[in-house]
């Protein structure tokens, strides 16, 4: 069962593409005037359908890209396509991407750093994020906090594909693991044409969640320095317990 953990398979990255286009999320705003004074390459691990990294692109900034899943990196690589754009996009994963050069940042939007399930595996990560940065790079994290180990139980939605197809969801949480931080939830994804169901499939998404200090300390035992933390995407305050996502920043 374990290749179905996280895998975003077809249905799931087809409704991805259709759920989240450019600027539905507030971080891609943030983000972008939090990076607008990079000078150098940028690194979206996780990139996905390139919601994040098109926007990137179109605001001049060189950016790559990885993901484990070839569904999403095939949707990401066509919305760059269409976007006049051919990035740098590979298929690898958290734990074993690889590159040759340096990068003035690396960021992840969105939570996508709670699918690493495993503590000690997050921690190598954020080693690997550090020994990619050029000195004087930046990591960018979106963070969800250890709230989500209670919130919600079940995720009922549906979506109509370009060509008409329903496109459904039903999710639910199946165990909560409150000494590992993880929550390990259950997908069901369909389609229906013409009232007939014509393909299903079932993913499987497993999140660990962290405590503030907690992913502050993490960053510094990776070498970052002048770690800063920001609420639901407002510079003006201080991060509080009810935000939806804290932004972790930090310099190599």
Known sequence: MSDLINRYASIASEIYDIDKPYGALPDTAFHLERLADVRGPILEPACGSARTLVPLLKAGHEAW??????????????????????PPMMEARFEDFSYDRRFAAILVPAGSFTLIAEFATALAVLNRFYDHLAPGGRVTLDIQGLAYLTAGSED???????????LTCEGRRTEVDMFAQTVRRRYRYERWRGGKLIESEIDLMQQRYWGREEFALALGAAGFRDIRVIGNYDARRAPRASDRTWTFEAVK
């Open 156 to 166: 009922l939605r549906e979506w109509t594909a370009p060509n008409g197809d329903l």
């Open 65 to 86: 890209g990885f993901d484990p899943s070839p569904e999403m990196l095939a949707q990401g690589r066509a919305r760059c396509a269409e976007a006049g754009f051919d």
